[in-house]
């Protein structure tokens, strides 16, 4: 039985440790949503000619790819052209996803995983035959941000403050996962779904 499942939550939640075993414990394919819009927004890609119609050219690093820091800088604190920019890029991620996980039943995978925090705003939940949120507490996922990428508190503070709260997520997905304690109570919830 081939089954596509959505891993989703919030920035520092830990969605890479669960998707990092799911690889170990089950016959897979695991996509990526932030890989996937990369390949989607680059050279060539479907979505380049209009993001750089609207953004200009000085998003475009000297030999013309998308500057995704450039591209950050511009959207993040300026929510309308964020709006523009995902109206632009969620649905080929959403097209895209929904071909690789085709590809995957084909190619005899058992399940088919797609990790991305914008799950239910990109409607990729949609294409999904379920949704798992991981969850981790607030300051956890502070301390993990600040100690792994570098960031400060208030930078932390400010990106969760645009994503979904815990109750969004929690009531729009089907399973939680608690990734607040230790690796082996993540790796037990996991196991409990995939028997």
Not at 64 to 90: E, Q, R, S, W, Y
Request: aromatic share 10%.
């Amino acid at each position: 039985m081939f089954k596509k499942i959505g891993i989703t939550g919030g920035i520092g939640a830990g969605k890479s440790i669960i998707t990092d075993y799911l690889q170990e414990r089950c016959n897979c394919r695991i996509l990526q949503a932030d890989q996937l819009a990369w390949e989607l927004e680059d050279k060539g890609g479907p979505c380049y000619a209009r993001l750089v119609s609207l953004l200009g050219d000085s998003v475009l690093t000297e030999d013309g790819h998308i500057d995704k820091k450039k591209m950050g800088a511009m959207t993040f604190p300026d929510p309308a052209l964020m709006k523009k920019v995902n109206a632009i890029v969620h649905p080929a991620v959403k097209e895209a996803a929904k071909k690789e996980a085709e590809k995957a039943k084909k190619e005899g995978y058992d399940y088919f995983f797609f990790e991305a925090a914008l799950m239910f705003e990109s409607t990729c939940d949609k294409i999904m035959d379920e949704v798992w949120y991981v969850y981790a507490p607030k300051q956890e996922r502070i301390r993990r941000l600040m100690q792994d990428r570098g960031y400060t508190r208030s930078k932390a503070e400010y990106i969760m403050r645009q994503q979904l709260s815990y109750r969004e997520f929690r009531a729009r997905a089907d399973r939680m996962i608690r990734n607040d304690s230790d690796p082996e109570s993540v790796k037990r919830q996991i196991d409990k779904w995939l028997t």
